[in-house]
């Protein structure tokens, strides 16, 4: 066991730890799940596959074969665990805080912003919103592909780590705080349709298809992935940063113009960001150097 753990990296270590909560967590849920033996084969199928992967890129000589796999497993692992919650979250808080988000909002706003929007719909900006909306699904792998063929493979390694605290931090967030949101919630309330043209419709099946889960609103991980590819835009190239901050900008208001985020989401989203940008860049910073290398020897910093 000692020489399998010789063998993580600092992601490793992340991954394996998000792992070990919601497994803790479904222990605590399992006398209400109805998932007795679904969720344990997916999180030992979720072990297995992290072990598999470390198993292959430490038999691998440094390569672009081993870049390629060390960034292609923690994206399926970040995905493949979020889609386990729908068979524990519900079960491990009877909660629900969409009343108290919907009630802080009237605070700090006066109205309702998803019911205030209602006279700016129409399906052309139904259409845009909802591509914004789904643009933060890839909007991440611009900076981590341009690391990549910059050969930036600490950097690289790094904006991985400070990604997956990020959302691994909200998902454990999701047990303690479950919101469905404002198009859940407010259903009724909602008097004008969000009918687009072209693109609404196979979005919102799209993503209703890969979120089973739908007690994840708060906080904004749109928000906080969004503002957390800024900050490592802004530090490693300006210009994908000045792209990308209209399009942020564009994403944030779709989530109150689609109906699926509270404006305390977004705050909350954004208050987590910063906050996990700055102490997941002091954590890799000190434990890096002393795990396996996730991505190898930086040939960007050896041709200098």
């Given at each position: 066991?000692?020489?399998?753990?010789?063998?993580?990296?600092?992601?490793?270590?992340?991954?394996?730890?998000?792992?070990?909560?919601?497994?803790?967590?479904?222990?605590?849920?399992?006398?209400?799940?109805?998932?007795?033996?679904?969720?344990?084969?997916?999180?030992?199928?979720?072990?297995?596959?992290?072990?598999?992967?470390?198993?292959?890129?430490?038999?691998?000589?440094?390569?672009?074969?081993?870049?390629?796999?060390?960034?292609?497993?923690?994206?399926?692992?970040?995905?493949?665990?979020?889609?386990?919650?729908?068979?524990?979250?519900?079960?491990?808080?009877?909660?629900?805080?969409?009343?108290?988000?919907?009630?802080?909002?009237?605070?700090?706003?006066?109205?309702?912003?998803?019911?205030?929007?209602?006279?700016?719909?129409?399906?052309?900006?139904?259409?845009?919103?909802?591509?914004?909306?789904?643009?933060?699904?890839?909007?991440?792998?611009?900076?981590?592909?341009?690391?990549?063929?910059?050969?930036?493979?600490?950097?690289?390694?790094?904006?991985?780590?400070?990604?997956?605290?990020?959302?691994?931090?909200?998902?454990?967030?999701?047990?303690?705080?479950?919101?469905?949101?404002?198009?859940?919630?407010?259903?009724?309330?909602?008097?004008?349709?969000?009918?687009?043209?072209?693109?609404?419709?196979?979005?919102?099946?799209?993503?209703?298809?890969?979120?089973?889960?739908?007690?994840?609103?708060?906080?904004?991980?749109?928000?906080?992935?969004?503002?957390?590819?800024?900050?490592?835009?802004?530090?490693?190239?300006?210009?994908m940063f000045r792209v990308f901050l209209p399009v942020?900008?564009?994403?944030?208001?779709?989530?109150?113009?689609?109906?699926?985020?509270?404006?305390?989401?977004?705050?909350?989203?954004?208050?987590?960001?910063?906050?996990?940008?700055?102490?997941?860049?002091?954590?890799?910073?000190?434990?890096?150097?002393?795990?396996?290398?996730?991505?190898?020897?930086?040939?960007?910093?050896?041709?200098?």
């Open positions: 066991m000692n020489s399998f753990f010789r063998k993580f990296s600092v992601i490793d270590f992340l991954n394996f730890s998000c792992l070990a909560v919601v497994v803790v967590f479904y222990g605590m849920a399992f006398p209400r799940t109805p998932y007795k033996i679904a969720a344990p084969l997916a999180y030992l199928g979720l072990f297995l596959f992290m072990a598999l992967m470390i198993s292959l890129r430490s038999k691998n000589k440094f390569g672009r074969r081993r870049e390629l796999l060390s960034i292609v497993y923690p994206s399926f692992f970040v995905f493949g665990i979020f889609e386990t919650f729908f068979m524990t979250l519900a079960y491990f808080n009877v909660n629900r805080y969409d009343d108290l988000m919907a009630r802080i909002d009237r605070l700090l706003l006066g109205v309702d912003p998803t019911i205030w929007f209602q006279s700016w719909i129409s399906p052309p900006a139904t259409d845009f919103f909802y591509v914004l909306y789904f643009f933060y699904f890839p909007m991440p792998f611009f900076i981590v592909v341009w690391l990549y063929r910059k050969k930036m493979l600490r950097e690289l390694g790094e904006a991985f780590f400070i990604f997956i605290f990020t959302y691994f931090g909200a998902y454990i967030m999701y047990f303690f705080v479950p919101v469905q949101g404002p198009r859940f919630f407010m259903a009724d309330l909602h008097t004008v349709p969000l009918d687009g043209i072209f693109f609404t419709e196979p979005i919102r099946t799209l993503i209703d298809f890969f979120e089973p889960n739908k007690l994840d609103a708060f906080p904004s991980l749109h928000t906080a992935i969004v503002l957390t590819t800024l900050f490592i835009c802004f530090k490693h190239n300006k210009k942020s900008v564009g994403i944030l208001i779709s989530l109150i113009y689609c109906r699926y985020h509270y404006f305390i989401d977004m705050v909350a989203g954004a208050a987590w960001s910063t906050f996990a940008y700055f102490v997941s860049s002091r954590l890799y910073a000190r434990f890096n150097p002393r795990c396996f290398p996730h991505f190898g020897i930086d040939k960007g910093k050896e041709e200098k």
